[in-house]
């Protein structure tokens, strides 16, 4: 069931940005921060396979998983005379997954993960601050990107483990 948010004109601001609070992982049991989360769900792995799909060479599975979950959301699907000219049927992935995975902490791997580039130069208060201490385009090279092994982790392991690079 859809549920539509009437915005007000005068919305609580920050900065000069208008609030808006995720909700999306919130509400279990009817507490506001109560949240279980599940670690795959079925969207996430048509997402997968659609990707898997067109390493493989098959882009009309990939679009066939991607058109399931457009389906379920009620959205036209893709076709072949709806398709953007200027995207890729990975790029139609990413994009998928980035719309069906909103704020559940997977677009920063994704972008990386693909050797494309972080990419902040969007309207927010992200942007405050030292124009040398916040990067507003971010390469898959940058060493800032590296998650290390936390240490007490390395000690636990009975073998000698290396730290990320």
Not at 112 to 134: I, Q, W
Request: aromatic share 10%; proline share 7%.
């Amino acid at each position: 069931e859809k549920e539509y948010v009437d915005i007000e004109p005068m919305m609580e601001q920050r900065q000069g940005y208008p609030k808006y609070y995720v909700t999306k992982c919130s509400g279990q049991e009817d507490q506001a921060h109560l949240w279980s989360p599940v670690v795959s769900r079925l969207a996430e792995m048509y997402l997968n396979r659609a990707e898997a799909r067109y390493y493989l060479g098959n882009e009309q599975g990939a679009i066939d998983d991607i058109n399931i979950l457009r389906e379920r959301a009620g959205i036209p699907q893709w076709t072949a005379d709806n398709q953007p000219a200027d995207k890729s049927v990975l790029d139609l992935v990413l994009e998928e997954r980035r719309l069906e995975l909103a704020f559940e902490g997977h677009r920063k791997y994704d972008i990386f993960r693909k050797g494309r580039t972080l990419d902040r130069r969007y309207p927010g208060t992200h942007d405050r601050g030292d124009a040398n201490t916040v990067k507003m385009t971010v390469e898959p090279t940058d060493p800032g990107i590296i998650q290390y092994i936390p240490e007490k982790e390395l000690d636990r392991y009975p073998i000698s483990l290396e730290q990320n690079p």
